[in-house]
């Protein structure tokens, strides 16, 4: 039981985990549509009006190119030949249109307008969505997808596992109790006298069990704490993964109580009811051999 709720709560902070590195890999993925110098006030705010409308846009920012002149400098801040070479020539940036996605993997009715004639005619280059760049932000895309699939199928085959392990579990109680169990059939106790102890014990052990889980997990993320200096491990970033679990403690307490005594009485019930299935047919089996 105690490996069974440990390891249903690390997925459970491994999934949010993993959704909060996707959410800032996707806050940082946008789409730049660079105008040419000769659009209109009017068709540029046409264009960021149609773009605006679209459901999967997030926000829509224009940034000018003073603006963006100003920001090439301030990245490139380090490197006087750059710096040099940008202040010997006119401004050679254009107008941008920086356009944030809600869901970076569903952009085709973004790229519909963008590849609008009318509008293909205001840009000056390709989007910033093409060519290699394309390429990467449709493999994070991608890979983030799985992620979120592959923690989901995780949780539900390890909570499979844990269940048919405490099922036989008890099973293997009751086969040990079998004599004391015949005997108290033989003397008349009802069904739910015999399921009771069962039922209580597996919830006592439910709760023991959430109780060392809790400490299992709050003992390992203090050590991780010391052991890396790094604060992720690839997509595990494990200082939100320390903070998340510190956060919502008494919830993930609360949550292991539950899970731990549910799970307890349900194989419970489910043995003994099979148990007892067994012994009133093996009792009709002996009253028709004594006829």
């Not at 991608?142 to 923690?151: E, I, P, S, Y």
């Not at 199928?153 to 009751?174: P, Y």
């Not at 299935?277 to 006829?291: A, C, D, G, P």
Request: hydrophobic residues 45%.
């Amino acid at each position: 039981m105690v490996v069974t709720l440990t390891i249903v709560l690390f997925s459970i902070i491994a999934n949010a985990t993993f959704n909060n590195t996707i959410n800032e890999i996707n806050s940082k993925i946008d789409i730049s549509v660079y105008l040419k110098d000769t659009v209109t006030e009017q068709q540029r705010d046409d264009l960021i009006n149609q773009l605006k409308g679209l459901p999967n846009v997030a926000s829509v920012e224009y940034v000018t190119k003073e603006q963006a002149l100003e920001k090439y400098r301030e990245q490139n801040k380090d490197n006087l030949n750059l710096l040099l070479a940008i202040s010997q020539t006119d401004n050679p940036l254009p107008a941008t249109v920086q356009i944030k996605p809600r869901d970076p993997i569903r952009i085709n009715d973004i790229k519909t307008v963008l590849e609008d004639p009318k509008n293909l005619a205001l840009q000056s280059d390709e989007t910033s969505y093409s060519g290699d760049r394309k390429e990467a932000i449709d493999k994070i895309t991608h890979a983030t997808a799985f992620f979120r699939k592959a923690v989901f199928v995780g949780v539900v085959i390890f909570a499979i596992i844990s269940m048919l392990i405490i099922f036989n579990t008890i099973r293997m109680a009751i086969f040990n109790r079998r004599s004391e169990l015949r005997i108290m059939r033989l003397l008349g106790a009802k069904p739910w006298y015999i399921r009771g102890p069962f039922i209580i014990e597996t919830m006592i052990y439910g709760i023991v069990a959430a109780v060392a889980s809790i400490a299992i997990c709050n003992f390992l993320f203090a050590v991780q704490s010391q052991a890396f200096d790094a604060s992720s491990l690839g997509l595990l970033d494990i200082t939100y993964a320390n903070d998340y679990f510190a956060e919502h403690f008494w919830m993930f307490l609360l949550m292991q109580l539950v899970a731990g005594m549910t799970i307890g009485a349900v194989s419970a019930l489910i043995a003994t009811k099979k148990y007892l299935k067994m012994q009133n047919s093996s009792k009709i089996r002996f009253r028709l051999f004594r006829r």
